[in-house]
């Protein structure tokens, strides 16, 4: 059995800052000035009191100085003398709900928002808070040169497997994963409770077998939680202690915890299990219109993006770099874990609303000023691609600007009555909240009440209790998907509406469109080898696509969903009215938050969900799925015409077209979710670097499995 004398103890005080959460945003910034405050007094009397770290988010600097500016200089200095640790990223997200490009584009903003204030980000991948991690995360982290992962939430059964420090690996990355011991606050609140002896040796009792399994003799302590001030009195408790345990104790900073990667076992995968601390993945189906916006928002963003970005390859105008990060900054404000996953009082998310309507303003700009007002149809992805306009069928080729005559096909269109018998609404009570869905009594099918042919389309009505839903099936010739509006009026309370999409594939697992990635998941997963803090759920979640056998189906902004032998069911409400239960739900036995009511989580009133069918999927790679979801969900724009500036093609996905960081030249970026090697072909010459656009990187235009790679294309090309 290992003892404290066997290890050494590194201490992280620290404060975990939500910027909203069960109050609003501008409550808890005037409570970060008066915390930073006292970090500040605190590092300045005490030398001994070496450093304090600032979360792992860039946005609390900005966030202080907005209520103290006349502490900036303070701030800067401490930063300066390394007694501060900030970043890497801007802001804490869900790492799941939000796409690959945001999770880019927060590292990279984060970056910046450092270097900023005088100081480099901090090289821990600190991301202690979030809900989960996507399988993707170890190669984002490694493209920004950070190779420690620090996390509290996602370790399942993989814990008997890798144990609490593995390898954890994406294509040919990997980051060093650390799970913390068990969570982001082992070593809080010590002058309130005084038991530090007794919680440093429980933390040895229970973990310190697995940290010497792995190698280690270093234990990660992290003094500080949501929201707490910095205790004052951290170095006289730690001399104490280690007179007490015989075991060095010292303050430092999260990046000083560097583990030897060296004979570690290797994990890949996403880390979404509840084993050591509840992941509260019910937040997928929670306010389902935030989700709804921030897809919106987000696939709005990065076609005016590119946009920007042809008309610059084209015409040598310059790039509206700053335009633009001040848009990525604006939606990644809306993404802290608190925030998109719909879990905080009824004021934040109604600030969030009207975030997301500025944001949209801003754009109204952007595009105005990248395309043009010329009157052509713009493709912004870079495959030929056809869509329906204004009733009529069309087809561009990629990053493309043309006013094309509508397509003649001589097909038949599906036949919707045999698709619509595939298509039910099913509605249960839900007695959980925000965070959970904890199910209680029987579900119910909707009623069929009626049903018409309208063209091309069908629509049909179904009826449940205070719940009307109205449903578009709607077929075009020429178009290899079946769209589907479902409008739902909703007075209902405490329950949650899907609808069904039956199947009969006969296969044992689905694929998911993740960040980067395409998610294989088993339709039932392997049973617990151990009891877990909260049990596994059924439903899972997906940035748009999801395929069982050949059904395929394609969202917008719809991420929940459950795969099963009978077919794919998709979440369009769940309607609840509070943060969260006390403890003792049976589907979350520990709480989550606060007990705080919140009407608006309900839901009422009418809503629009959009989403489509293929029947091909098992016919298409993985790229071509993402690629099916993109071009379902990324409409034309209009603009100016123009001919393709750049031409790119292969079996992969494109990401974004961006301007440089440093403003000198263009960066694509694309991505191989298929389990083989494919060749990426380019119009222009450009070279690799890394993700984060510091340095260049190895490889040239073939893609390995799983591999994310960013061009370079230099100014003297265009």
């Given at each position: 059995m290992?003892?404290?004398?066997?290890?050494?103890?590194?201490?992280?005080?620290?404060?975990?800052?939500?910027?909203?959460?069960?109050?609003?945003?501008e409550t808890f910034r005037l409570r970060l000035g008066a915390v930073v405050d006292g970090v500040l007094d605190t590092l300045e009397r005490d030398p001994s009191f070496t450093s304090f770290t600032l979360d792992g988010q860039a946005i609390v600097l900005e966030d202080y100085v907005e209520v103290r500016p006349d502490n900036e200089e303070r701030l800067r200095t401490l930063l300066a003398a390394g007694r501060l640790e900030a970043g890497p990223s801007y802001v804490l997200p869900d790492e799941i709900l939000v796409g690959g490009e945001s999770l880019v584009r927060?590292?990279?903003?984060?970056?910046?928002?450092?270097?900023?204030?005088?100081?480099?980000?901090?090289?821990?991948?600190?991301?202690?808070?979030?809900?989960?991690?996507?399988?993707?995360?170890?190669?984002?982290?490694?493209?920004?040169?950070?190779?420690?992962?620090?996390?509290?939430?996602?370790?399942?059964?993989?814990?008997d497997d890798v144990g609490v420090v593995f390898r954890w690996r994406a294509g040919a990355s990997d980051v060093v994963a650390c799970q913390m011991l068990p969570h982001y606050d082992n070593f809080a609140r010590l002058t309130?409770?005084?038991?530090?002896?007794?919680?440093?040796?429980?933390?040895?009792?229970?973990?310190?077998?697995?940290?010497?399994?792995?190698?280690?003799?270093?234990?990660?302590?992290?003094?500080?939680?949501?929201?707490?001030?910095?205790?004052?009195?951290?170095p006289g408790i730690l001399n104490g202690l280690e007179q007490a345990l015989g075991a060095e104790l010292r303050i430092g900073r999260y990046e000083e915890f560097q583990p030897s990667g060296e004979g570690l076992a290797v994990y890949e995968g996403e880390l979404v299990g509840s084993r050591l601390q509840n992941v509260?993945?019910?937040?997928?189906?929670?306010?389902?219109?935030?989700?709804?916006?921030?897809?919106?928002?987000?696939?709005?963003?990065?076609?005016?993006?590119?946009?920007?970005?042809?008309?610059t390859l084209r015409e040598g105008e310059p790039f509206p770099a700053d335009d633009l990060r001040l848009a990525w900054r604006d939606l990644l404000r809306n993404h802290p874990h608190d925030s998109i996953c719909g879990c905080s009082c009824d004021e934040v998310h109604r600030d969030m609303l009207v975030r997301y309507e500025q944001l949209g303003r801003t754009l109204d700009f952007v595009e105005r000023e990248a395309l043009g007002v010329g009157g052509a149809l713009v493709n912004t992805l870079p495959y030929r691609r056809r869509r329906a306009v204004d009733g009529q069928l069309v087809e561009l080729e990629g990053f493309t600007g043309a006013r094309p005559e509508p397509?003649?096909?001589?097909?038949?269109?599906?036949?919707?009555?045999?698709?619509?018998?595939?298509?039910?609404?099913?509605?249960?009570?839900?007695?959980?909240?925000?965070?959970?869905?904890?199910?209680?009594?029987?579900?119910?099918?909707?009623?069929?009440?009626?049903?018409?042919?309208?063209g091309n389309s069908l629509v049909l009505e179904h009826e449940l209790p205070e719940i009307r839903i109205e449903t578009t099936l709607r077929a075009v010739p020429g178009l290899d998907r079946v769209e589907v509006t479902s409008v739902v009026s909703n007075e209902a309370s405490d329950h949650r509406l899907r609808v069904l999409i039956r199947s009969d594939a006969g296969v044992d697992?689905?694929?998911?469109?993740?960040?980067?990635?395409?998610?294989?998941?088993?339709?039932?997963?392997?049973?617990?080898?151990?009891?877990?803090?909260e049990p596994p759920v059924a439903t899972a979640h997906t940035l748009g696509a999801v395929a069982l056998g050949p059904l395929v189906l394609l969202t917008k902004g719809l991420p929940e969903y459950?795969?099963?032998?009978?077919?794919?069911?998709?979440?369009?409400?769940?309607?609840?009215?509070?943060?969260?239960?006390?403890?003792?739900?049976?589907?979350?036995?520990?709480?989550?938050?606060?007990?705080?009511?919140?009407?608006?989580?309900?839901?009422?009133?009418?809503?629009?969900?959009?989403?489509?069918?293929?029947?091909?999927?098992?016919?298409l790679s993985n790229a071509a799925l993402v690629r099916a979801s993109q071009d379902y969900r990324a409409d034309f724009l209009r603009g100016d015409p123009f001919a393709p500036p750049l031409v790119l093609g292969g079996d992969i996905v494109f990401s974004c077209l961006k301007g440089a960081e440093d403003s000198n030249g263009l960066v694509l970026r694309v991505f191989n979710p298929n389990d083989e090697p494919e060749s990426l072909t380019l119009s222009v010459p450009a070279r690799r670097i890394r993700l984060d656009e510091e340095a260049d990187a190895d490889g040239g235009r073939e893609l390995a499995p799983g591999e994310i790679a960013t061009f370079l294309v230099l100014e003297e090309y265009y």
């Open positions: 290992a003892e404290p004398a066997d290890f050494h103890f590194l201490v992280v005080p620290h404060t975990h800052w939500d910027r909203e959460w069960y109050l609003p945003f927060n590292l990279l903003l984060g970056r910046r928002v450092c270097l900023r204030f005088g100081v480099e980000p901090s090289r821990a991948g600190y991301m202690p808070d979030s809900f989960g991690h996507p399988a993707q995360l170890p190669q984002i982290l490694a493209g920004f040169g950070i190779r420690t992962f620090l996390f509290s939430r996602g370790m399942g059964d993989q814990l309130w409770y005084d038991d530090a002896e007794e919680r440093v040796r429980g933390i040895v009792e229970r973990f310190g077998d697995r940290v010497r399994a792995a190698g280690g003799d270093t234990i990660l302590l992290a003094n500080g939680s949501d929201h707490l001030p910095v205790e004052p009195e951290l509260l993945r019910g937040v997928n189906s929670a306010r389902i219109y935030l989700k709804q916006a921030n897809e919106h928002a987000e696939r709005r963003l990065l076609s005016i993006e590119t946009a920007a970005a042809l008309r397509l003649v096909v001589d097909e038949a269109p599906p036949d919707l009555e045999r698709i619509a018998g595939l298509v039910s609404f099913e509605d249960e009570p839900d007695v959980g909240d925000l965070y959970t869905f904890c199910p209680s009594g029987t579900t119910v099918s909707a009623s069929l009440i009626s049903s018409r042919q309208d697992e689905v694929g998911a469109e993740s960040q980067f990635a395409v998610v294989r998941r088993p339709l039932a997963p392997p049973p617990q080898r151990a009891e877990w803090v459950e795969a099963s032998a009978d077919g794919l069911r998709l979440t369009l409400l769940r309607c609840v009215g509070m943060i969260s239960r006390p403890s003792g739900l049976p589907t979350r036995p520990l709480s989550a938050g606060p007990d705080i009511a919140t009407p608006d989580g309900q839901c009422r009133g009418r809503h629009v969900f959009e989403y489509a069918l293929r029947f091909d999927g098992d016919e």
